[in-house]
């Protein structure tokens, strides 16, 4: 998912009543799940995808303060 940067992909689960969207980051040494969504209209709400790149900027810099 470009949208959010570098290595960002959505996965898409159908499920019997609900599709749901996983945003993952795949980083070198982890899979980052930054978020999970059921999908209820075909547009991703811009909050969640803005709650998405907060946790992705909150996880970097806790594991470069880790170094």
Same mark, same amino acid.
């Given at each position: 998912m #470009?949208?959010?940067?570098? =290595?960002?992909?959505?996965?898409?689960?159908? /499920?019997? @009543?609900? &599709? *749901? =969207?996983?945003?993952? =980051?795949? @980083? #070198? /040494?982890?899979?980052?799940?930054?978020?999970?969504? =059921?999908?209820? &209209?075909?547009?991703? #709400? +811009?909050? *969640?995808?803005? +709650?998405?790149?907060?946790?992705l +900027? &909150?996880? @970097? *810099? @806790?594991?470069?303060?880790? &170094?």
């Open positions: #470009p949208v959010l940067g570098a =290595r960002c992909h959505e996965l898409r689960v159908q /499920d019997v @009543d609900a &599709t *749901w =969207r996983v945003l993952v =980051r795949l @980083d #070198p /040494d982890a899979i980052v799940v930054a978020g999970i969504l =059921r999908k209820k &209209t075909r547009r991703t #709400p +811009a909050a *969640w995808l803005e +709650a998405c790149r907060r946790r +900027a &909150t996880y @970097d *810099w @806790d594991r470069e303060k880790e &170094t």
